[in-house]
Structures are given as structure tokens and as C-alpha cells.
């Protein structure tokens, strides 16, 4: 087959504009050749177990899945029975951005919450956590948060554990979406474990798509209850990869060396970098925090479209003009570098 | 990360045991780096659609999804309304061995009919076509047929156009559940085109992993009102990939050179040498017309258990001993002489 | 059985605390006795079905079923394909108060707009109304609209026009939830069918059990293709009463001698003097227009729980001490002056 | 409204064709007038629960529903998670009935087992209770029998324990589809409780409707487990009577003075009454044990046409020419008399 595309394009578009990382693409080739038993009874994913283990503590289970959807239905799904409601914020890509899969596939009522910054508090949950009983509401039993959010903000452990704590307190669990986790806990300098299961998580959708990987989503679970019943979900909600080995040893590659970090560090990197550029220049509003990898700006109006040319990046808010610029783990200063140069060139 | 299996193993469990062919991951390879669009607006996904309109014919689109699952309840969702009903076989792997997906993840209820040897005729057809307007029955709109079948057998053109006529005549659409029609296609010598399109079949879930792909599925359709829904259903199904360009690069390597024929004409004249083998054999029972990639045999008894520990294979039906052997794109001639030489020696 | 219950009680609590009109239980006991076929091919859902062509014109059809969720689940169902989405008011009872049955049970996508009345405008629909196209939005394919509103509040036939023309032209149909049609209808003085039909709705639930049947409520279409697949949908939804010619008759009840509109006009005729009443209470406020047979009033805080006590109704807004009065088919002026003379004796 | 049919009109087509036991339209009078708490917070429901637990046991609950179907899938969703499938026959109603609404609405899987006479054994039981733990197969976690059972036969108390003791064997619980259970307590002199709590029975679908109910079935569950999450389920099914008082009052009259009992005793006698009967009849042949209120024959295929003209009846096996009789609680001695000797002047 022949090579399509420029491999040195960038974008600043979405972090799965970009390609697989060299290394997983590397360990593919290593888990190759020859005969193993497939669903998963395989060696790659026999050590992925062990090295989860390491990572997250002992009792730990990932369960590797295949979209980052098929990850929060299946999770959302063993972490509540048939009747049980998600709180969730308004902005949650759970909400927005899957297709409906989490009611249509999942059956799972999302009972919403407006965020200022995409980030809950206790306060904020409070405000669907009731109608325990109530036959006519679907019972909150869980709630999922995004960590990093969908804002690019963080949560910090002491907040996620306020979060966990009230949740817990009203009977309830909590999944924590984390296509982007590993962004946060390079941007917090604390292991992946201080922003789960140590911040009182119960089941996480672990990401591997976004940091690098070709195709590579999971469940992380901490517990027996919040496990229930997943590998069969997983089969129903049509995520069993046959040849497991490929999507075990890409996980392998994301944990071994800390690749997981090393990509992430980079992306916030440079995100910081951008933002920091950004904010000094005329006109030009950081909406953000610049927490992760991710900025959220408002352009002035004429700069948007001839910027976008060069550099494609989505639109957030058509209607203040505001935008959000991804970095991933292959942006280098370069490309942060030229946007700026740009989008000053444009400004005069 | 370290390689953990040895590449010479080889079984006669499943076709998925194998990994991938080498010119799969070299495409993957040269898919990568650099930035493309996600979901699919990638210069792969679009170089495979005019591949694809060169296999099937113009009009033809292949839309690539994640699992066999989840193709075959994505075609058969954009198939028939919600009160469709689908009408298989009782051996179909849709109604026995995808977790009850199609009826719980896909809302579609099946109706079953015993075949003799995993195909469908008209007149089984007719078994369970009835009853359209009667409000207490769900309403029979499409029948899915499996091409090789999972007993290893394969309809002809002209069996499939007696199916697709009859079914037409009825009011209903035609799947074919193709996760190993490129051994189907092998074994009858005709091109893919013959088996769906010409033979009067409306959607086809068309296997990749089986054939010698990483991970990848998809749906051929051949008309708008086939295809109705599908993108929206593939996203709400979780079958959608964000970094398409690998799977699509996967399908481009299949259809070069011909490779998915490559693959598939090895794999069944391996099944054609092992079967013709066992068949001299005193006290072994070919239960199955071998016409692609697998053997189905009834062994003598004392020899099943010592036999599987060397060559690894499933039982079929314990209660008469009936195993099936699977050979795979990567299966010798050295491997199947050496299974029906330890064979012969264990019966001494 | 004996009487366990005061039949002189009377509450504000809801329309669904009154008991059925003698006028319906009398039609139960004229169609009792004998045998008839069952499941609607029963005389007295035969002469329905001609009630409603003169009712709401030629082609117009009334499928009966057994809940409000039933029917809305079903006409949505019917309205849209798997892939459709539903935009309604953040207050709609589809939305709040079914249990989760539309997402859940129907596999609907409900996309919501907050209204500041209860009331759609074509304004308050296009902030949902787009991405048809995008794979990964649910397809706003519908439209639903609750009249009388949730909040007391009642559409003009050129309100409603207004909506069905901006939908439509949108390439969205537009549904109808009328448990409490008959209210509207009743204060507009106009037809059903003006507030319909006419109006452009294409699918309506109109409610019984609210307008004085003991249990009854139906799905009222003018088009085969708002009706498509509705009868599978109704048994597969569970909606299909065996002895069908109860619910039909009650329903012949409720259009014979227009006794819904004469029930209609008696609960909204104490709303209106209820509010008109309250208003000119000293600390009093009324929230919402009184346009149907619900009082909305912030009633000062300390006279909230003596009230209740004698006259049972439900609060809205903690927050704001609003609660809701609800007047049925059979309060009569003497329970309305009787809670605005003690509501004055509490104010002193 | 006028009476539209005939009242002395009498069928052999369904126990469903018959109208309502007078006791019960009486009951639904009493129950009328004033205001009383909807959803079940009535007098009358409260009341039914006393009752209930005076016929089937301290902890027995029964919680009314509106159809069958909707009592069969509010009761299995209790009883299983969403991994769970349900093993039953293949002739069961809830597998062939139903309009798929087992699977569609409820999300279950369901496991069927050929059975000679629609009743299983534990040997039956057992070609399904396989599989747990395997990651593909739907967990089978509950069976479902049908008390009389589609064939009109009657399982004996020893028979259910012998059924219900494997099931639970295998960590699998009980549920009976009581339409007729009343039928089958009747014919075997033996009280509710025998056939389902005392039986080992988990939860059962209890029917009203073929009793003499004008509409009204229900879950009856003997433990809390098996009642979890039930008042949800039937909410987001679409199951919950608003005016909860009228579905109550009914089974308060069913269960009051024996109704039920006297109901079914007649249904029964005059089915075995038109059995033996036929059974002197030359060129008939009675193909089912007559147990209940159903009579399989096969009659001459000349006299099938003229003989249902008078009596209507329902086919059911036409390559054989079986047709079911049914009883109801309002046929009489002559109606039985009548088709006999109608018949014997057909054969001549």
C-alpha cells in the first residue's frame, strides 16, 4: 500500500488527527507472528494484567475495549443496574458527542448538571442527587466526570476525593471519563493511580487512542462490584477485540518507559506554550485554564478563518468566536511556534 | 516492549489465533505519522472507497467498523425498522455466539430455523416468512445468511440468487454475514462481487481480522436504502474508529495484490489437504463437506485429547466427538502433515 | 369489594387523583358481557376508528394504549428511525418524568432546550435543530411539544403553526403530547383538530386518563408514514390491551356528547377562578398565565403546610415556595372558594 | 354509548374474548368517586397488599402492571442483570407472543429448549444451564415456565420443586407465567401459594385479565431480591397505572370471596367436559392432556370450516389440522353442548 498523506502535517484539530507512536506501532510488530488464543487468553494480555497491577495496586483490572463510547457504556453499564441514572455535566462528552450510545446502546438515563469550567463539585451534584425511591425518576446511582475535562481543565486530587466522598456518601459511584487522564496526571505530576482509584474512583475509562495509541481504549476497575458483569458487557456491547494480543501490547508500550507520560508531558507542553503566546498578544482572550493539552481561545474574528487555513482547529462557540487548539504528542515548538508567528503576522 | 510468545506456534483452533499478514502491518506503517482527519475524512478511507467501487461496482460503499458484532448488527439495524424482525439459522453465529448483541444491543429480533448443514433454501425460509401485519408477530423484513458458513460450507451464486429471490419476492432484504467470505470466494474461484452484489445480496458484513487483518470489519452496501442510517448507527454502536486511516489502511493492504485471496486460497487448500488426509484415516468421519477453510471430523475417542494437546482445537459437538480444525492464511503444509501424522500414530 | 375511601375527598394534587367520570364506567358496563374478539377487532373499536375520521377528518387514525409513556414512547417511535433524535423543552413530562421509558425503552436521543414557559417557539427549536449529516450527532428528526404545557400554559392554533412550519421545513416532524389536549382545546374553544391536524402536528398522544377515563390514553396519526410499524410498536412496547373494547369504549364516552369538552371546560373553569381568586390575596403571586386547568403561585411561605394539609397539591420550586394547583372534571366551585377561605383565614 | 354487540354471543377462540366477571365491574364502581392518591398510594392498593399477603405469605408483594407482556419483562429484568439470558421453552409465549418485546424492550436474551409438551423438566433445563463464566455466551441466570402451560397442561407442586430446586442447583432463579395460573391452581385443588412460593418459585407473572378482569396483570415476588428495582422497571416500561385504584379494586374482587377460584373451576370443567366429549367422537383425536381450560384436537378437516363459522376457534398446527378450544369463566354446559352436537351433525 502506498503512502497517501505528508507525514510531516500538523493540526492543531483534535489529538486523534495524529498518528500512533512510533513505539506502539513497534510493539504491534513484537506481538506478531505465529498462534496465540484469541478473546484475550493470550500472554500480551495476561502481563497487561500484571503491569496494571503495578500501576494501580493490587486488585486492579483493565479491560481493554475498542472506542472510547464503547468504554463509558460498558463501564456506566456495570456500575448501575437497568433502573439506575447517570449525573453527568451538561458539557460531558458522554452527553454530547457519543451518538446517544450511553441511552440507546447502554439504556442509561444521563440526568444533567450546567458547569461553569466542565468541572463538578459536590454542590453541583447535589443538584440531580435526590428522588432515591421515587418510582417515576430514574435513580441516580452513579455519577461520571472528565478528567482532563472537556474544557481542558484539571481536577486536582483533594477535589476529585471531595467528589468521590459526597457521591459515596448518597449511596452513589463514580466513573471518571479519562480519554485524557494521562494529560491530567502529567499536568498534576502525580501518578495515574492519585487521580483514581487513591481519589476514591471506582471505574475509569481508561484512554490509550488519544495518547499515542492506533486503537486501544479500556475499563479500569478497582473492585469486584464495579466489574460486575463487564466482560460480558463488553461482548453484548460489541467491543471484544478476537486478536486481544494487538490491543494488550499497545497498552504495554503506553506503560512501559512511561510513554504514557512522556507523550502527555509534550502535549501539555506545548499547549502551555500556546497559550502563553496567545495571551500576549492584542485582541486574543484564553477562555481556559490552560491545564492539559488543550487551548480554548477567542480569536479576533478576522484572523479566525486565514488562521484555520493553515493550522485547522475547531470552533467551540460559533457564536463568540471562540476556538479550541489541541496539541498532541507529536507538536513540537515548531509548530507551536508558527501559529503564533501567523496569527501575529494577521493581527499587523 | 518484549516479545512474550513464540512465533512459530501454530494451531487448528480459529482463523483468529493467527496475527495479521506482514503486508497488513506494513501498511499500517506507512499509514502512520503526520496529522489526517479523524473519522474517516482521511485520504486512506477515501482511497478505499474507490477501491471498493472497483471490487463491487459503482454505487458500492464499504463503511469499516471495529468487531464482526458489531457489523453485523449495524447492517441489520440500518436493514429493517425497529418492529423488523430478522430470520436465521440456528447455527447462525449472530444468534449463538455474539452475546445476544443483535437482540439487546440492536434491539432485533431473530428468528430461527434449523438447517442441515448451516444454509439456508427458500423453503427453509418460508419456514419462518409469514405473518406480515399480524401486530403480535415481529415482522420478518430480512433474512442474514453466513458465507462460508460456520460449518465450513459455501453457497453457490446460484444458491444465493434462489435465497435473495425468494426473500425479494417476500418483501425482505438479504445479509450475508461475510466474515469469511473471502474463503468462500476462493474456494468457488469467483470474485467477491459474485457471491453479493450479482447474486442479489443488499449488505454484506465483510471480514477483515479472519483474513489476516490486526482489527477491522466492515459493511459493503450497494444501495442508498442499505446504507440508510448506517454512519449514525456504526457511531451509536460504538463501532467508530477517530483514527480511521489504520483500519482503512488495513482494508487497502487486503484488497493489493489480491492479498485477501492470497489468504483465503492457502487457508482452504489447507483445509483440503487435512481433510482428504483424516479421510484415508481408519475410524474418522468427515461430518462436513470441506469447501473452505475448515475441517469438521468426528476422531476416535482416545485420540481427541492427546491430539488437542499438541494442535489445539475446539469440540464441536461433545456428545459425538465432533471437532473442528481451522486453518488459517499462515498454515503450512509441514503443520497439517504433522497433525495427521501424530494422528495416524495415536491410532496406532 | 368493599368502599375503602371517602368519595367526597377532594385535592388540587392532580388530575389524576380524581376517579373516572359515571359516564365512562357506564360505557364499560354497555360493552361488557359476551364474547368479542379481542386485541381491536372488536365492534366498539370499529366504531372508534369512525368517531375519529369525523373528528379529525378522513385518514386520521386512533391506535388506543394503555399509559402517557406508552403512547409518547410509541408515536416517537414510529416518527423517527434508530438513528433520530427528539429535541423537546428541558420541563417536558417526556423528558423529567417517564422514568427514562423514551431513551431506555424507545432508544431515543432527547436534546433539550430550556423554554422560559414551557412553550416552543421556532427560535427556542433551532438551537437544536442542526447537524444533520454529522455521524456523530444523533439526527434531529422530530419535534415534541406538550399541550396544554407542563406549566399550565396553552398553544395558539398559529403558535403551533408556527412551530410545525420552521420543523417541517427543517425535514423534522412534529409530535404532540396531549394528555391534556382537552384542557387546551376547551380554553382556545376551538376543535381538536384545530390545535392538530390543522395546525400541522403530524402525531399526537391524546390522554384519557386525565380527562375522566379510568384508563386509556392513544396515539392519534393523519399520515401512513407518522403511523409506520406503530401497531408492532404498541405490543412490542407492551401497550396492547386484549380486552380492547374497554378502552374503546371509554373513549367513545369521552367523544359522545362531548363529554371531554365538558370536562375540560368545568377544570379549567375552576383554574381560572381559582387564580383570579388567589390573585388578589395580599403575598400571593401567580407565576404562570392560567390558560388551562393548573394554578402555578408562590404562596407565602408559612401558609404552604396548613393549606396542604386540607387540600393536598405538590410543591414546584422549593426554592421559590411555587406550588401547583390542579383543578379535574369534577371540582366544583365549592372546593375552590373552600381553599381560597382558608387560605385567607391563614394570612389572618 | 350504545351496546354494539351481542351479549349472548359465545366463542371457543380465547379466554380473552370473554368480557369482565360483573363482581369485577362492580368492584371498579365502589372504587369510584372522590379523590385518592395516584400511583398506588391508594386505599385499594394498599388493601390488595394486605390480601396478598394473607394468600401467598408474609413478604409477598404484588405489584400491579397492565398487560402480560409488560408483567413478563418487568419481572425478568428484576430477576436478571443485563447480562443475564432466560432459559425457556420454544413454545413459550414470551419467546413467540410477544412481538419481540423480551428482547427489544427488555434487553433479554432468551434460551430456548424444544419441549414435547410445553412443560420442562430439569433435564430440559439443562440443555441451556451451561456456560458461566464464558465471556460470549449470554449468562443464563433465570428460567421461565408457564403455569397452565400454551398447551394447556399443569405442572404438579412436585414437578415445579423438581424444576425449581436445578434451577437454583445452578445459581439460577425461578419465574412463572401466571396468565392462567388460576386455571391450574383449580385443577389441581390446590391454593396459589402451592404453585409458586411453596414451590420454590421466585417471582410470578400473575394474570388477571383471562381470569375475568376487564384489564389488569401483575408481578407477585416473594423476596426482596427478586423484587429489585421492580417499581422502576415498571415505570420506564410503561407499566404504571396512573389511577392506580381501578387495577387494584379488580384483583381485590378476584381474590375476595374466591372469585378467581369459582372463575377458573368452571373455565376448567367445561373444558374437560367439551374433552370428553370429543374424545367419543369418531375421526377425533384430543392431542394434549386436557388439565386446564384448553382443548388441542384434531378434527376431520371437513368439519372444521363449518364447525368454526359458529363456535370460532383458532388453528393451531394447520398441517395437521390441531385447533385449540378454550374455555372461559362465562361458558356454560350448553355452549359446550351445542358445538358437540353441532359437530356430531357435521360427521354425520
Same mark, same amino acid.
Given at each position: 500500500?502506498?503512502?497517501?498523506?505528508?507525514?510531516?502535517?500538523?493540526?492543531?484539530?483534535?489529538?486523534? @488527527?495524529?498518528?500512533?507512536?512510533?513505539?506502539?506501532?513497534?510493539?504491534?510488530?513484537?506481538?506478531?507472528?505465529?498462534?496465540?488464543?484469541? @478473546?484475550?487468553?493470550?500472554?500480551?494480555?495476561?502481563?497487561?494484567?500484571? #503491569?496494571?497491577?503495578? $500501576?494501580?495496586?493490587?486488585?486492579?483490572? +483493565?479491560?481493554?475495549?475498542?472506542?472510547?463510547?464503547?468504554?463509558?457504556?460498558?463501564?456506566?453499564?456495570?456500575?448501575?443496574?437497568?433502573?439506575?441514572? %447517570?449525573?453527568?455535566?451538561?458539557?460531558?462528552?458522554? @452527553?454530547?458527542?457519543?451518538?446517544?450510545?450511553?441511552?440507546? &446502546?447502554?439504556?442509561? *438515563?444521563?440526568?444533567? $448538571?450546567?458547569?461553569?469550567?466542565?468541572?463538578?463539585?459536590?454542590?453541583?451534584?447535589?443538584?440531580?442527587? @435526590?428522588?432515591?425511591?421515587? /418510582?417515576?425518576?430514574? /435513580?441516580?446511582?452513579?455519577?461520571?466526570?472528565?478528567?482532563?475535562?472537556?474544557?481542558?481543565?484539571?481536577?486536582?486530587?483533594?477535589?476529585?476525593?471531595?467528589?468521590?466522598?459526597?457521591?459515596?456518601?448518597?449511596?452513589?459511584?463514580?466513573?471518571?471519563?479519562?480519554?485524557? &487522564?494521562?494529560?491530567?496526571?502529567?499536568?498534576?505530576? %502525580?501518578?495515574?493511580?492519585?487521580?483514581?482509584?487513591?481519589?476514591? #474512583?471506582?471505574?475509569?475509562?481508561?484512554?490509550?487512542? *488519544?495518547?499515542?495509541? %492506533?486503537?486501544?481504549?479500556?475499563?479500569?476497575?478497582?473492585?469486584?462490584?464495579?466489574?460486575?458483569?463487564?466482560?460480558?458487557?463488553? *461482548?453484548?456491547?460489541?467491543?471484544?477485540?478476537?486478536?486481544?494480543?494487538?490491543?494488550?501490547?499497545?497498552? +504495554?508500550?503506553?506503560?512501559?518507559?512511561?510513554?504514557?507520560?512522556?507523550?502527555?508531558?509534550?502535549?501539555?507542553?506545548?499547549?502551555?506554550?500556546?497559550?502563553?503566546?496567545?495571551?500576549?498578544?492584542?485582541?486574543?482572550?484564553?477562555?481556559?485554564? #490552560?491545564?492539559?493539552?488543550? $487551548?480554548?481561545?477567542?480569536?479576533?474574528?478576522?484572523?479566525?478563518?486565514? &488562521?484555520?487555513?493553515?493550522?485547522?482547529?475547531?470552533?467551540?462557540?460559533?457564536?463568540?468566536?471562540? #476556538?479550541?487548539?489541541?496539541?498532541?504528542?507529536?507538536?513540537?515548538?515548531?509548530? $507551536?511556534?508558527?501559529?503564533?508567528?501567523?496569527?501575529?503576522?494577521? &493581527?499587523?
Amino acid at each position: 500500500m502506498t503512502r497517501l498523506h505528508d507525514p510531516a502535517a500538523h493540526t492543531f484539530a483534535s489529538d486523534n @488527527y495524529a498518528g500512533a507512536h512510533p513505539e506502539v506501532l513497534q510493539a504491534m510488530i513484537e506481538a506478531n507472528g505465529g498462534h496465540v488464543a484469541s @478473546y484475550g487468553a493470550d500472554p500480551y494480555t495476561r502481563r497487561l494484567g500484571e #503491569v496494571v497491577a503495578e $500501576v494501580f495496586g493490587e486488585g486492579a483490572s +483493565l479491560d481493554p475495549v475498542l472506542t472510547g463510547t464503547g468504554a463509558n457504556v460498558a463501564a456506566l453499564q456495570a456500575l448501575v443496574p437497568r433502573w439506575g441514572a %447517570v449525573i453527568c455535566a451538561t458539557t460531558a462528552h458522554v @452527553y454530547t458527542d457519543e451518538g446517544g450510545a450511553p441511552e440507546r &446502546l447502554g439504556g442509561i *438515563k444521563l440526568l444533567t $448538571v450546567p458547569t461553569p469550567d466542565g468541572k463538578f463539585t459536590p454542590e453541583l451534584i447535589d443538584r440531580q442527587a @435526590y428522588g432515591w425511591g421515587d /418510582q417515576q425518576r430514574p /435513580q441516580p446511582l452513579a455519577v461520571t466526570i472528565t478528567q482532563s475535562t472537556e474544557l481542558g481543565t484539571v481536577y486536582t486530587p483533594d477535589e476529585l476525593r471531595a467528589i468521590t466522598d459526597r457521591s459515596h456518601a448518597h449511596g452513589m459511584t463514580v466513573h471518571l471519563d479519562g480519554a485524557r &487522564l494521562a494529560n491530567a496526571a502529567a499536568s498534576l505530576g %502525580v501518578p495515574l493511580r492519585a487521580l483514581t482509584r487513591d481519589a476514591g #474512583v471506582d471505574s475509569v475509562s481508561l484512554g490509550g487512542t *488519544k495518547n499515542g495509541l %492506533v486503537l486501544g481504549e479500556s475499563v479500569v476497575t478497582f473492585s469486584e462490584e464495579a466489574r460486575a458483569g463487564l466482560v460480558f458487557l463488553r *461482548k453484548m456491547d460489541a467491543q471484544l477485540a478476537s486478536k486481544m494480543r494487538f490491543t494488550s501490547a499497545q497498552f +504495554l508500550a503506553m506503560f512501559e518507559d512511561d510513554l504514557w507520560l512522556r507523550s502527555a508531558t509534550r502535549a501539555n507542553a506545548m499547549a502551555t506554550r500556546l497559550g502563553a503566546a496567545l495571551a500576549s498578544l492584542p485582541g486574543v482572550t484564553i477562555t481556559q485554564a #490552560v491545564e492539559a493539552n488543550a $487551548v480554548f481561545v477567542v480569536l479576533p474574528i478576522e484572523a479566525v478563518e486565514p &488562521l484555520r487555513a493553515a493550522h485547522h482547529f475547531y470552533d467551540w462557540n460559533r457564536a463568540t468566536g471562540e #476556538v479550541r487548539l489541541m496539541c498532541s504528542f507529536d507538536t513540537t515548538e515548531e509548530h $507551536v511556534d508558527r501559529l503564533v508567528a501567523d496569527l501575529r503576522a494577521l &493581527l499587523g
